[in-house]
């Protein structure tokens, strides 16, 4: 089983940066199709960024721009580089690998945006 341990959440003013980290378990992690996803109280999951074992990278549109995610694979990490960040930004954001049918989450981070 591959655990993800996340931080780098936190308390932010509006216009502010986060990094969030993503380090995980498996040595195959280059392999892996990665993901940050957030979610709020009582809403659906939704992919944030996402990048694949190849380097193509999406976001969502309400990120693009401001959001950047990374990989570094010799240290089996995943990021996501936020910045400008607004109050409609503040959620819980887990990372995600998959490969196959296999996919494990992190524990989830807080992100919240206020001022």
């Known amino acids: 089983q591959v655990q993800l341990v996340e931080s780098g959440g936190g308390l932010v003013q509006p216009g502010g940066s986060l990094r969030l980290s993503c380090v995980a378990s498996?040595?195959?992690?280059?392999?892996?199709?990665t993901g940050w996803y957030r979610q709020l109280p009582g809403k659906e999951r939704e992919l944030v960024a996402g990048?694949?074992?190849?380097?193509?990278?999406q976001y969502t549109d309400s990120v693009k721009g401001r959001f950047t995610i990374s990989r570094d694979n010799a240290k089996k990490t995943l990021y996501l580089q936020m910045n400008s960040l607004k109050p409609e930004d503040t959620a819980t954001y887990y990372c995600?690998?998959?490969?196959?049918?296999?996919?494990?989450w992190g524990q989830g981070t807080q992100v919240t945006v206020s001022s």
């Open positions: 995600n690998i998959a490969l196959g049918n296999f996919a494990s």
């Open positions: 498996t040595n195959s992690f280059n392999l892996y199709r």
């Open positions: 990048m694949t074992a190849g380097g193509t990278k």
